[in-house]
């Protein structure tokens, strides 16, 4: 079965530093991942994903992420914080399922704070 | 371009009881993804419709239930609540049951049990 873990529970960066907030998955098959932001009390906001093609994926707001097959990686990306980016961010795998469907499956969350 | 639309955005309900929560996709979206949010526990996927049948189904008890309409909007049901089941519920969609589509949130409905 396929599974997506975030390894910190929270990030902590100065505005302007580059940041990463790290996911590896495990899949059967290929990889279908995505980022997701969520600010406090409000719904998810797609980020990007990577289906296939280029390792490097730009996405909003001024993020990337990086596919690693050999290291089943995806860590999120942006060259400089701010402090608006603080929020929870999640990654998620899609699992393919036998019977034709599939679910999103998402990563405990990493909470990223950025000071000022 | 509306966005998934969520009701009710709170809900209060006693131990026991009812709760409807409803979901309106995208427009062009026919598939409906329901998802529980509760506090320390993530995103527990809880429903998947599509063209109006159950396609997928997370680790719930019979007693979350729900159903698609014609008009390709949700409704999720739990009956019986617990306190456990204080949570926000998160509703998603996409186009067609295509393996790379992107889903979409919604703002959430908070559902209170006391």
Redesign the interface.
Known sequence: AQSVAQPEDQVNVAEGNPLTVKCTYSVSGNP?L?W?VQYPN?????LL?Y?TGDNLVKGSYGFEAEFNKSQTSFHLKKPSALVSDSALY?CAV?D??GT??????????TRLFVKA | EAGVTQSPTHLIKTRGQQATLRCSPISGHTSVYWYQQALGLGLQFLLWYDEGEERNRGNFPPRFSGRQFPNYSSELNVNALELEDSALYLCASSFRRTTGNTIYFGEGSWLTVV
């Open positions: 279908y995505f997701y409000r719904g998810l906001q797609f994903k289906i999640f899609r393919i399922g034709g469907g599939f679910k999103t499956i998402f990563g405990a969350g």
